[in-house]
């Protein structure tokens, strides 16, 4: 009985710092309507400097606590400048690109606080003057923790004043509601939105600095706490500070009980808890409906280039690719096959995003199960490479089967979150089934068969599975599939009302992409040798939405084309750094900055203000 | 011989009763004109009878078989056509696109994944375009078109699943005086060519009382009259509540 109460409090205390993270992540949503993944790099930071504080103030309980505050302030003092600098050019972009954007700045942030802190975890000292734990029916159980317990509603009451008694918590809250009339009120909406995000940020922040004495501070805690904020968000209802916290609680109870009924995959939980959340009460336990983030259109309306003499083309390029091992090293050959690899992968995201508009956050999911896939059957099951690559795309498309029945009830924001969420399942099992997937150590000596060894024969092998999957792409874009799905994106109410079953076609691309990517996988797990659980990690996701968003949205060559010139970018140039995250990051920045209506957006552009000009 | 009929559906939202008890029989051969003031609850019956939206009560059925509870496609499918009040076009697709999507889903072929869509079903798409004078316009993109040629294409999408019921809300809104009464008068010739029935919503009187065959009024969400375009412009109170100043 004692040892369950113990458990309900740490609980409790896991709660406080969820919620402390994710009432900045919901506020800044509220009133910007952007999902900054960059939160959580606001958190790592935070931690960081926390850190660095105490360690040189920390000694008095004045010290410590005044370390914590100054992290916080300096977190949401960085957030200001991040509005200032990025987000303030991105609130009318399409919600890919606000995404994209954010992601790039957890890329640099990365790797500024290795280059600031060095890669080694470090271990903080104990709040001062909280060190000891008190006996709760005789468990010992930490002090600061229960400290921890009492600042969560301690904040959300003083978030309650902020925003119920003051001035400026009122103009926010229409802000929320209505920024258009608010701006049209003469509140100047720049000023409060930077307000907002120094806020959201120093909360961040302060719930970083607070894990100081409590655990480890690394360099991997930014991905993972902001992923468990999205969820504890999209849980209690985007924008909704109350949810957040009710949330918070609910998730926290989640965590500290359920490791103890399966400790091999609490990760695995909490997002089930979510899917299901979403699928019961689409708008989470105390969203609104209109609180729906208005979806800007995440991909053009302009008709997909269908290119004159396509066939033609394809057909040379091909012989061109064909002929490349006549000329190419082993290396070049090498560095083909996995550009090859990476078209499918990309080209089976544009499915989903070109024709479909729905922005996938998690593709790596079935790149992922497709090389899993292929690795354990080798590993566990003795698979001759056919078979094993058979099962690439059987097994990813499998898992799509599953997940995108979930993913499609929900559209635009939700939709990003929801693949996010499945991919992050699918990421956790990997990493913690340490008896079947090795882990961290990952899935060693996936070598392809005898007759395919050579790097030209795998190469060819590589070409011709790709090329004809990408055929077959091509073939249901054009194809009255395609076309379905494209004009439930142009406007589900005259799809539905001409007898276009939407959701069966957007969960049919999402089985067909899912296996397209599967399959993408199962060579690139051959190619490599090996498997590791980043192959479903969310950058591996984000890499295949640069490709996509690199070669443009409108044209079904698109992606080939992004594929080629991301992946030579990251062999080529990032490998000459050490900070490729840093690079990476601002090239997406940047991409984002400059083609902030997406590129067919800035070409229209483009050819108006010429038209203009000659006009 | 086609038969609708809507029994005393009701629909309120929050506390507002938007609809509240409207019957009527709609028949093959009708032009029935369904006029109100903003706000009477016109949009909402069309959403209520195409099953976008479900009503809290009442009956809709079509020769016998019950509508309330199917979704929008299955009521499609059972022979209802639908054009918006605010037009939804494909806006990606040419227009010949556009009806042949609609003919596509007619002919259950949505789902093939080999042929080119867009050389499947283009000669009857452009007969369609042509009975509505956009054939000249047929492989523009659909999101460049002027609304009152958009509003032309949701006819020709409409008639593409050869509908037996068409609910047409405000086909003529944002149209120029000429293109209304022709599109109207094109509309009455179909429901004498085909015996469609067609329920419209309008607010251009000159539309409603030339070409209507009955008038509904609504108000506040209750059918206040009902008849020929005669008796409803003589009835005392649609004077009263909805013509107002001009009686």
């Known amino acids: 009985m004692s040892f369950l109460l113990v458990q309900a409090l740490s609980g409790l205390a896991t709660a406080a710092t969820l919620f402390l993270v994710s009432s900045g992540l919901t506020i800044v949503f509220g009133v910007t309507r952007i999902v900054n ?130 001035r400026w918590g ?61 969820v504890v968000v999209v849980v209690g209802g985007m924008g909704s500070l109350t949810g957040a916290f009710l949330a918070s609680l609910l998730i926290g ?86 550009v090859v690899i990476l078209a499918l992968f990309a080209a089976s995201l544009h499915l989903l995003i070109g024709l479909g508009g729905l922005v996938s956050f998690g593709h790596a999911a079935w790149f992922g199960l497709g090389a899993y896939g292929s690795a354990l059957l080798v590993k566990h099951m003795d698979a001759p490479m056919p078979l094993a690559l058979a099962g690439a795309p059987v097994l990813a498309g499998l898992g799509a089967l599953v997940a995108g029945w979930f993913c499609v009830r929900r559209s635009g924001l939700y939709f990003a979150m929801l693949t996010l969420a499945f991919a992050q399942i699918v990421w956790s099992i990997a990493f913690q089934w340490y008896a079947v997937t090795g882990g961290d150590n990952g899935i060693l000596g996936v070598w392809p068969s005898a007759w395919a060894a050579g790097k030209a024969a795998y190469y060819w092998l590589t070409l011709a599975l790709c090329g004809g999957a990408l055929w077959l792409l091509r073939r249901a874009a054009f194809a009255p599939f395609g076309y379905a799905l494209r004009a439930g994106r142009d406007s589900g109410l005259r799809a539905e009302s001409v007898g276009i079953d939407v959701r069966r076609f957007q969960w049919m691309a999402f089985v067909l992409a899912g296996a397209a990517a599967g399959l993408a996988g199962g060579l690139y797990a051959f190619a490599k040798g090996s498997v590791f659980p980043t192959l479903l990690a969310v950058p591996q996701s984000v890499d295949a939405l640069v490709m996509v968003l690199m070669g443009g949205i409108q044209t079904v060559a698109g992606p080939l084309a992004g594929a080629a010139v991301f992946h030579l970018l990251e062999s080529e140039v990032m490998s000459m750094t050490d900070w490729w995250r840093l690079v990476l990051g601002l090239i997406i920045v940047a991409l984002v900055l400059v083609f902030p209506k997406g590129i067919v957006g800035f070409l229209s552009g483009l050819r108006s203000s010429f038209g203009r000009r000659r006009a | 011989m086609t038969e609708l009929v809507v029994h005393d559906l009701q629909r309120s939202f929050g506390g507002v009763q938007a609809v509240g008890g409207v019957s009527f029989t709609l028949r093959s051969g009708d032009l029935l004109a369904l006029i109100g003031p903003n706000g009477a609850g016109k949009s909402t019956c069309f959403n209520l009878l195409n099953g976008q939206l479900r009503p809290d009560s009442g009956s809709v059925r079509l020769d016998g078989t019950e509508l309330v509870g199917l979704p929008p496609r299955r009521i499609w499918a059972l022979g209802v ?66 609304y009152g040629d958009v509003k032309r294409v949701e006819l020709a999408m409409a008639l593409a699943s050869e509908p037996t019921v068409l609910l047409m809300d405000e086909p003529t809104a944002g149209m120029a005086p000429a293109e209304r009464l022709a599109l109207m008068a094109l509309t009455a010739e179909l429901v004498r060519e085909r015996g469609l029935a067609v329920l419209f919503t309008e607010h251009d009187m000159d539309a409603v009382f030339g070409h209507a065959t009955r008038v509904l009024v609504l108000d506040r969400g209750r059918l206040i009259a009902e008849g020929s375009p005669d008796q409803v412009r003589a009835d005392p109170r649609v004077q009263s509540v909805y013509l107002g100043g001009e009686a």
């Open chain 1, 170 to 230: 009122t103009l926010v809250r229409a802000a929320t509601q209505d920024r258009e009339m608010t701006s049209a009120l003469g509140v100047d909406p720049a000023r409060l939105f930077t307000g907002v995000l120094f806020l959201g940020c120093a909360l961040a922040g302060l719930g970083g600095a607070l894990q100081v004495p409590r655990e480890a501070v690394t360099l991997q805690m930014d991905v993972a706490i902001v992923v468990e904020a999205f």
């Open chain 2, 81 to 146: 056509g639908r054009t918006f009040q605010i037009t939804a076009t494909f806006a990606s697709m040419t227009v010949a696109e556009n009806v042949q999507m609609v003919l596509l889903s007619r002919a259950r072929r949505l789902f093939g994944l080999w042929r080119p869509a867009a050389t499947q079903f283009r000669e009857p798409a452009l007969a369609l375009l042509d009975r509505v004078g956009m054939a000249a316009q047929a492989d523009r993109p659909c999101g460049v078109l002027a």
């Open chain 1, 253 to 338: 109870q989640l965590q500290a009980f359920g490791i103890l009924v399966f400790p091999q995959i609490t990760l695995v939980i909490v997002f089930l808890f979510m899917a299901v959340v979403l699928v019961l009460r689409p708008h989470g336990l105390l969203g609104r409906a209109e609180e729906m983030p208005p979806t800007a259109p995440a991909t053009v309306t302009v008709p997909l280039s269908r290119g004159r003499h396509a066939g033609v083309w394809a057909l040379a390029l091909l012989a061109v690719m064909a002929a490349a091992p006549l000329v190419a090293g082993d290396y070049a050959l090498i560095l083909l096959t996995e």
């Open chain 1, 37 to 166: 993944f960059a939160h959580g790099s606001f958190y790592m930071v935070g931690a960081y400097a926390g850190w660095s504080l105490i360690e040189r103030f920390g000694g008095t309980p004045a010290g410590f606590w005044g370390s914590v505050a100054a992290a916080a302030l300096a977190m949401g003092v960085l957030g200001a400048a991040m509005e200032i600098g990025l987000l303030r050019r991105l609130y009318r972009s399409p919600e890919l690109f606000q995404l994209l954007g954010t992601f790039g700045v957890v890329l640099v942030v990365q790797d500024l606080t290795a280059w600031a802190w060095g890669p080694e975890d470090l271990l903080g000292r104990r709040a001062s003057g909280l060190k000891g734990s008190i006996d709760i029916l005789d468990q010992p159980f930490p002090l600061y923790d229960l400290v921890l317990i009492g600042l969560g509603p301690l904040v959300l009451g003083l978030l309650w004043l902020l925003f119920n008694r003051t």
